[in-house]
C-alpha cells in the first residue's frame, strides 16, 4: 500500500521561500510519476509540478514556473517542492500525488494522494 506523507507547510511573507516534502512508501517509484497539486479555498484542485521518478523529467505549471523546483531523492524516496518568490496567490494546501503512468498531467490519472500541508503567504 502506497503511503504519502507531506511536510514543511506553513506560514510566510510575500517574497519567502517554503521546501515541501513528500515521504513515499509502501511502493516501488522506479516508474512512476509524482506530483504537487494545491487547492485553494473555492477553487479546483491543481496541478504545480510533477516529476517522473525514473528520468528526472519535470513540468511546471505557468503560474509557479520559474519560482518552484520540483525534486526527488530516489535513496530517501522522498520528493521536494521548492517554492521561492511567494506570493499571496500560491495560499493553498499542497498535496503529494503519485501516479503509476510515468506521466501524468491529469489529477484522475493519480492514483495514490497524500494528506495534505497548508501554506499560507500573507501581504
Known amino acids: 500500500q502506497v503511503h504519502l506523507v507531506e511536510s514543511g507547510g506553513g506560514l510566510v511573507q510575500a517574497g519567502g521561500s517554503l521546501r515541501l516534502s513528500c515521504a513515499a512508501s509502501?511502493?516501488?517509484?522506479?516508474?512512476?510519476?509524482m506530483a504537487w497539486f494545491r487547492q485553494a479555498p473555492g477553487k479546483e484542485r491543481e496541478l504545480v509540478a510533477l516529476?517522473?521518478?525514473?528520468?528526472?523529467?519535470?513540468y511546471y505549471a505557468d503560474s509557479v514556473k520559474g519560482r518552484f523546483t520540483i525534486s526527488r531523492d530516489s535513496v530517501k524516496n522522498t520528493v521536494y517542492l521548492q517554492m521561492n518568490s511567494l506570493r499571496p496567490e500560491d495560499t493553498a494546501v499542497y498535496y503529494c500525488?503519485?501516479?503509476?503512468?510515468?506521466?501524468?498531467?491529469?489529477?484522475?490519472?493519480?492514483?495514490?494522494w497524500g494528506q495534505g500541508t497548508q501554506v499560507t503567504v500573507s501581504s
Open positions: 500525488a503519485a501516479s503509476e503512468r510515468g506521466s501524468a498531467l491529469l489529477r484522475a490519472q493519480y492514483d495514490y
Open positions: 516529476i517522473s521518478w525514473s528520468r528526472g523529467n519535470t
Open positions: 509502501g511502493g516501488s517509484f522506479s516508474s512512476y510519476a
